[in-house]
């Protein structure tokens, strides 16, 4: 997640540095292994980082940790219908039937590959229902036709890479039985044009033939050309990728983890471990600067590094490596193993008369991939807010977390669940406000709401008007269910926890009553139904294999406990809701646990919250079509494999459960119990910070701040807080400052 804001409150001035010698000498090598810095004022370290350490800290791209290496990836997504996939119009669906052919023209930028699949998104009419005998017939550039029996509405079909070529390819389908029938739905140029207001991107790649491919005609029509959700899944090294290392601290440790005092680098060797493979691109920078995080501050710029001894200029305390790779056309990957590091440096901390009794600090936890949140105080927020009087809703609440609790109850009790159908114009909005207010459209009657959706909408913009951040995770799992979820920031807990707000409920720790976010009831959920670490394999997602693993489960046994308000449906969906049983409506069996934690199998985050502010790319009708937006950050691990119809993985938890309205500080002793800040927070809606010195508080943005220790104890504190007045974590610390004479 990107940190915004990040700032720097002061630049932290070190005693002068030694001048870094462009090699090590051979004596300073043998001082190392020899011991012979035993100086009180010469130290030295050696420090080695194995490629699974490297990857647990560091952020990256494309990149992904297999055995002992960090390697590229080799998923390559090839699509053009994603952007606008998911209009529930007549118009938008084709049908694949007897005598009827559709194909699909996709570039493939490169070759060779180890696997590749046909990746596309069809409904089964008759039979009516995956996994009922009814099969496709793709044909890859005029070679003979593969079958495939359709299990899930996201096809995986593998494809010879002996039949695919570099450039343009030909993907045929027909049905395989004569007497079979499927719906096909399709991206409409209309989408772009009209919702996003760009212009339209498609250029005719899909085509169909109703003649058996006598005759081919545009997908679509002359006015609105359509795009068939057909994809190509190649297993290869085709995409940049680059990888930061984290912040090295090259000299002393700091005294409990925060204070830092003065030191002058003498030597410094770094040496990546890097096996190159054969036509791929390496380029090593580095950064520096003497502040704990590159964003408190001072740091230089990045610059290009090669060989081992730091570049002039970048004679720092700290530093951080970032390397970048340009796959080039081989077939095999380059690895990270490691990075070594050895440095010597010069230290004087003694006289300072400086002893730290206590401290709590919130190190920030960094993510590969930007999230970008509302701003809560956007005026669009804070009319909704008004307007729907969210003020009355929460009145009396004395936690957040009944406040959450409220809204969602609120958003709950709204209206009652409907799925939008083609008779209904497509629900393209993510303004809660229109959302609610049903505008009059052809066919739509007034009505307000839609499906689960919706509600999180509603409800994620509502929290955001207070300045609890929300976002929106699509789960889904057993060909049909699905549902869309929000995660709100909890400052009481200090942690990303999920709310249901069209089920009006929420999942907690029978032992410790902490409520649980998303990953943790996946993680959950592998434990319970997928045990023994069984990979998850969707092509078998029948009802009867649902039912037969939620069927040995005893629900007295699971960790946890759902908590339900019972607003959903208008009471209907009751306190003594039973969330764990796999079919919540005999009628309608694809809901899976009743959206319980049952459902959490595939997960995917959108990647931004501040839908108001920015209008596009955003899925269409989101979640009406089995998710076939390609912009997801999609949830992936050694149980989950990678879905093939999506472009983008998480693979570490720290990649999307960072933290919030925390401080992340450092303490530089200068001289005379004169102590510098340096503070980092990633805090939506940030307004200041306040620091707090022996009870005296003073606001400060990103300015200078000094502190003159008195002599005994001082208690220092600091919190950030946002445009609402909301006030974040406290970090703190305690230091006993004795003067020393002379």
């Known amino acids: 997640m990107t940190l915004k804001p990040i700032f720097r409150i002061v630049l932290i001035a070190i005693s002068s540095l030694a001048g870094i010698m462009e090699g090590l000498s051979a004596d300073f090598e043998n001082s190392y292994t020899k011991g012979s810095f035993k100086s009180d004022t010469l130290k030295s370290k050696v420090e080695t980082w194995t490629a699974a350490e490297l990857w647990a800290k560091s952020v990256s791209q494309n990149l992904k940790l297999e055995g002992n290496s960090i390697v590229l990836e080799d998923n390559l997504l090839i699509e053009n219908d994603a952007v606008t996939l998911g209009s529930i119009r007549s118009e938008a669906w084709d049908t694949l039937s007897k005598g009827r052919i559709i194909r699909k023209i996709l570039e493939l930028p490169v070759l060779p590959a180890k696997n590749a699949w046909i990746s596309m998104l069809i409904y089964p009419m008759l039979p009516a229902e ?186 720092h305390r700290f530093i951080q490596l970032e390397y970048s790779i340009d796959p080039g056309i081989g077939n095999s990957t380059p690895k990270i193993t490691g990075l070594d590091l050895k440095s010597a440096w010069r230290s004087n901390s003694k006289g300072a008369g400086i002893f730290i009794t206590e401290v709590k600090n919130y190190p920030i936890i960094r993510s590969s991939f930007d999230f970008v949140h509302e701003n809560p105080a956007l005026p669009e927020l804070q009319e909704f807010r008004k307007q729907f009087k969210l003020d009355q809703v929460v009145e009396g609440a004395t936690t957040e977390r009944e406040k959450i609790k409220l809204l969602r109850a609120w958003t709950a009790a709204n209206w009652d669940w409907f799925l939008p159908n083609s008779e209904f114009e497509d629900l393209l909005s993510w303004d809660a406000s229109k959302i609610l207010s049903g505008p009059a459209a052809p066919g739509n009657l007034s009505k307000k709401g839609g499906n689960c959706l919706h509600y999180a909408i509603v409800f994620a913009q509502a929290c955001q008007s207070f300045g609890i951040p929300a976002r929106i995770v699509n789960t889904n799992y057993a060909i049909w269910g699905g549902h869309e979820l929000v995660e709100v920031w909890s400052r009481d807990y200090q942690k990303w926890i999920m ?243 002379g």
């Open 130 to 315: 995956p996994m009922s005998g009814g099969k496709l017939e793709f044909r890859v550039n005029g070679n003979k036709p593969i079958v495939y029996e359709l299990r899930h509405f996201w096809t995986s079909v593998p494809v010879p890479v002996s039949y695919l070529k570099k450039g343009r390819n030909f993907i045929e389908l027909k049905v395989h039985n004569q007497n079979e029938k499927f719906r096909i739905p399709m991206a409409l140029s209309s989408i772009i044009r009209n919702v996003i207001g760009q212009p339209s991107s498609f250029t005719g790649n899909s085509e169909r033939s109703i003649d058996n491919g006598k005759t081919w005609k545009y997908a679509g029509s002359s006015s609105n050309i359509a795009e068939y959700p057909i994809r190509l899944k190649v297993q290869a090294y085709a995409k940049k990728a680059w990888l930061q290392t984290p912040v090295i601290n090259l000299a002393d440790k700091a005294l409990e983890g925060v204070m830092y005092f003065p030191v002058a680098l003498e030597a410094v060797e770094i040496k990546p471990r890097i096996l190159n493979a054969e036509g791929s691109k390496w380029q090593t920078r580095i950064r520096s600067g003497n502040t704990h995080l590159p964003e408190a501050g001072g740091w230089t710029a990045w610059q290009n590094f090669e060989g081992s001894t730091l570049p002039v200029g970048n004679n």
């Open 499 to 741: 709310a249901d707000p069209n089920f009006d409920t929420m999942f907690y720790d029978k032992k410790t009553g902490i409520p649980l976010n998303i990953l943790e009831l996946h993680d959950l959920f592998l434990k319970t139904y997928y045990q023994g670490g069984e990979i998850i394999d969707r092509d078998k997602w029948s009802f009867e294999d649902r039912d037969r693993r939620a069927n040995r489960i005893d629900p007295k046994d699971l960790p946890i406990a759902m908590e339900a308000g019972g607003k959903a449906f208008s009471g209907k969906i009751n306190k003594d809701y039973v969330w764990w049983k796999v079919t919540f409506n005999e009628a309608n069996p694809g809901y899976s646990g009743g959206y319980g934690f049952y459902n959490t199998a595939e997960v995917r985050w959108l990647p931004r919250s501040n839908w108001l502010s920015q209008k596009s790319p955003l899925p269409v009708t989101h979640g009406r079509t089995h998710w076939g937006w390609d912009g997801y950050y999609a949830w992936t691990d050694a149980q989950t494999p990678e879905t093939p119809e999506h472009r983008f993985y998480v693979r570490r938890p720290s990649d999307i459960y960072g933290s919030l309205f925390q401080v992340d500080f450092a303490a530089h002793y200068i001289q005379n119990g004169e102590i510098q800040f340096d503070l980092a927070t990633d805090s939506p809606g940030f307004d200041h910070f306040n620091i707090v010195v022996n009870g005296v508080q003073s606001p400060v943005k990103a300015k200078e701040s000094t502190v003159r220790l008195s002599p005994g104890m001082n208690a220092i504190e600091v919190y950030v807080v946002d445009v609402m007045g909301n006030s974040g974590t406290k970090s703190r610390i305690k230091i006993n400052y004795i003067p020393v004479a």
